[in-house]
């Protein structure tokens, strides 16, 4: 009988959680971690894969997706965002509402290889369509607090928080109506709140309101541990003011222990990027923000995870802070801390395998925009629960590098 089901063989093992950053193999039984040591003998496991020259991390987890596929016109496939792109865990952010979260739960959460976890929607339907009639969708006519809080309360296994939005559309409308609700929802429930900014819908007409008075209406409603979406965001309403400065709303926020995600999406800027860094802003967790529309899943610009942190090195942070910004920060937003991403010894065994590639790369944004990187990063294998999952070549472009064909 062997001690291990697999080993992970000579790799790079970055684990933010742990403070680990070095050459590592890491054993795997009955779907846990079960050892990560300078050298685990191959014989000792069933199966043993070779990784040298490889970055091992714990499983990543993209904290915005949207895989509620078929029930929404924009939901992407749960396992090409996920185990198929390097991400064991995904969670979808704010597609199902209350109502819709029964066909998440079983057509997708359930079904999928990839752990697909949610942040339900403050609207009880959810984000049922991606560009039409988000005046209803979004409305606080269609937000059902006890509902709503009982549905998280009910299912703390797949709902780790709630999603809404605080924008102009919205806030032209109903003024902040919906934001307070869904604090109050969060409250009861125990969960932290995600809200996406910058502009989602256009103002009502003759709104005197101006896209740079929402977030500092907004984020004081906030608690420690929400978390606020798109900071590199051009569109009105966004972290960045019309003139280009942050919110001072924004840092006081982020004093008070408020996070920031990245979230890639539709509206991800190189300058809005560099403008907000510039002024200090620091995200806490890169996703995606994919959504149908949302390459490479469709179309020619590749906002992957992998394709994201890699955008996040050649905006200037290091490869352990963006590890960190993938695993061990989105797994304390969805109070997982030392469960998911984290390559300790018990954890269930959820691990990626990049290949660091040297290069003079372009990385692309939803603008046109261009920027250099010398690094891309490039799944090249999973496990999810202990088993080996082969990434999909047809979604990167380096299909020679993923397992079995290097
Ligand atoms: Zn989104």
């Not at 709902?159 to 939005?165: F, L, P, Y």
């Not at 919906?178 to 007409?205: N, R």
């Not at 290949?355 to 925009?369: C, S, Y």
């Amino acid at each position: 009988m062997k001690r291990f089901d697999l080993v992970l063989k000579g790799g790079q093992v970055i684990d933010p959680a742990q403070r680990l950053n070095a050459r590592r193999d890491v054993g795997i039984r009955d779907g846990r971690i079960a050892l990560v040591a300078p050298a685990i003998k191959a014989e000792a496991a069933r199966e043993a894969v070779d990784v040298q020259g490889q970055v091992v991390t714990p499983g990543l987890i993209d904290l915005h997706t949207h895989v509620l596929e078929h029930f929404t016109d924009y939901g992407l496939n749960a396992d090409r965002v996920g185990v198929h792109s390097g991400v064991p865990t995904v969670v979808d952010m704010g597609s199902a509402g209350h109502l819709t979260f029964p066909g998440f739960k079983k057509f997708v959460a359930e079904s999928a290889k990839t752990r697909v976890l949610c942040f339900l929607s403050i609207n009880a339907y959810g984000g049922i369509n991606g560009s039409a009639r988000l005046d209803i969708q979004h409305s606080p006519a269609t937000v059902e607090p006890e509902l709503t809080a009982a549905t998280i309360k009910r299912h703390p296994d797949l709902i780790r928080g709630v999603k809404t939005h605080a924008e102009i559309g919205g806030a032209s409308r109903w003024g902040l109506a919906v934001l307070k609700q869904a604090v109050e929802v969060a409250e009861a429930a125990g969960v932290p709140l995600y809200v996406h900014t910058g502009q989602l819908m256009p103002p009502v007409p003759g709104s005197r309101l101006h896209p740079d008075d929402v977030l500092p209406k907004a984020l004081p409603l906030l608690r420690p541990g929400d978390v606020i979406a798109h900071p590199f965001s051009m569109m009105p309403g966004g972290i960045l003011r019309s003139d280009g400065k942050v919110h001072p709303a924004v840092k006081d926020a982020v004093r008070a222990g408020v996070r920031i995600d990245v979230a890639h999406g539709l509206h991800f800027s190189f300058t809005a990027a560099r403008r907000a860094l510039d002024q200090g802003v620091r995200p806490f967790i890169v996703s995606t923000d994919g959504h149908g529309e949302t390459p490479p899943y469709q179309g020619s610009i590749d906002n992957s995870l992998a394709t994201t942190m890699s955008k996040l090195l050649a905006l200037g942070f290091t490869l352990p802070e963006v590890v960190a910004m993938a695993t061990a920060n989105p797994a304390s937003v969805l109070g997982l801390a030392g469960t998911l991403g984290t390559l300790k010894p018990g954890a269930p065994a959820d691990v990626s395998v990049l290949r660091v590639l040297e290069g003079r790369w372009t990385f692309r944004d939803q603008k046109g925009e261009t920027l250099k990187g010398s690094r891309k990063l490039v799944p090249t294998l999973v496990v999810r629960g202990g088993e080996l999952v082969g990434i999909n070549p047809a979604l990167f472009p380096n299909p020679d590098l993923v397992l079995g064909r290097v």
